[in-house]
């Protein structure tokens, strides 16, 4: 009886918890969940579009550049599809910085005009980029997109040394694990069960890409401590200087490599339309990235990295008649699982 006073006491004093017209109509963007946990549906409209942009575009990189080929040979010059990628990114900074001035008019913080001491470090990543961007086209003579795809999972691992190195940031016991778990899956999408070489990729093409994984570590990790150097700095003017140090570049190697064949045939000769293509996803494969890490998380990047690995080897089971071992997918399930725990050992 006593307990049964309080009870309804408690309810008289709460405005009758129990009647139905006190209660508040719910939202349609903000629907509860478990754990009094509410909904946002157009951030996640927002974080499915990225993840799903993201996804095509990494997965279609090697298969673009594969399709490209004609007779087994690349019939444009690599140089100068590079140099377009870059002259597209560098375009696509200006038109946001263009965007930016007019909201929010010229600042110190996001005007072109800079200091030599800025701009001196950008030239470092530029080269990086440019070699590791050149050599992805020699290690895809040597391997399928699948394998390519898989392979270039090992930038993982020379950028978390690169971060215990350069940046003095610990990994977790973890990312340790993840990163031989990622070893062990790269090497089993690569074994050969019915013939005599041991590894479907030749030591060519793991030589390249173990360059390119410690080139893009290396330039990802340089180029974060510079964008970290200045916070404040809006990151489409540091793109924009590392994009144009890129095209310097890149027109030193069209000089060096292609002159003869740039002057005799022109520019853009042998390019077709799913060169065009190629270069429209390297240049916006870059911006999804940045747009992931603006409105999702780092482990949306990895989900949608593992869902590529996928989606990039059932495309080519029917483009280009590439065989679904069983040592591939186990391999790939191996890889995905260890992006996933170095992801997770990174948040802890």
């Known amino acids: 009886m006593e307990y049964r006073k309080l009870k ?24 509860p969940t478990l754990g009094a946990a509410t909904v946002d549906w157009s951030k996640w409209k927002l974080k499915i579009v990225v993840v799903v942009a993201l996804t095509l575009l990494t997965s279609s990189q090697g298969i673009l550049i594969v399709w490209s080929k004609r007779n087994g040979k690349y019939a444009y010059s690599v140089t100068t599809s590079n140099f377009m990628v870059e ?17 929010e008019g010229v600042t110190e913080d996001n005007r072109l005009s800079t200091t030599l001491d800025e701009v001196i470090v950008y030239p470092i990543p530029a080269l990086l980029y440019l070699v590791k961007n050149l050599l992805q086209y020699y ?7 699948p394998g390519y795809q898989i392979l270039k999972n090992l930038n993982i691992i020379s950028t978390g040394v690169l971060y215990r190195i350069i940046l003095k940031k610990k990994l977790s016991n973890i990312q340790w694990a993840a990163f031989i778990l990622l070893c062990v899956g790269c090497s089993t999408t690569q074994l050969k069960t019915n013939s005599d ?9 793991w030589l390249m890409a173990i360059v390119m994984a410690l080139l893009s570590g290396f330039a990802g990790v340089y180029t974060e401590a510079i964008m970290k150097k200045r916070p404040s700095r809006n990151i489409n003017v540091q793109n924009f200087w590392l994009y144009v140090f890129g ?48 409105h999702a998380d780092n482990i949306v990047k990895v989900y949608s990295t593992s869902v590529a690995m996928l989606f990039t080897a059932f495309v080519c089971y029917f483009l280009f008649g590439f065989k679904l071992s069983l040592t591939f997918i186990l391999g790939t399930i191996t890889v995905a699982v260890s992006v996933y725990l170095h992801a997770v050992g990174k948040q802890r």
């Open 87 to 103: 002259a597209l990114k560098c375009g696509i900074s200006l038109l946001a910085l263009a965007r930016i001035w007019k909201s």
């Open 139 to 145: 290690i895809l003579e040597h391997v399928d997109a």
């Open 197 to 205: 070489h041991v590894l479907q990729t030749p030591v060519e093409g």
């Open 247 to 294: 095209m310097v570049f890149n027109a030193v190697a069209i000089v060096t490599q292609d002159f003869d064949a740039v002057m005799n045939k022109g520019f853009f000769y042998g390019y077709s339309f799913i060169t065009i293509l190629m270069i429209l996803n390297h240049a916006l494969s870059g911006l999804a990235v940045s747009m992931v890490m603006k």
């Open 8 to 31: 309804d006491q408690d309810e008289d004093e709460n405005g009758g918890g129990d009647d139905i017209e006190s209660r508040k109509p719910l939202s349609v963007t903000n629907v």
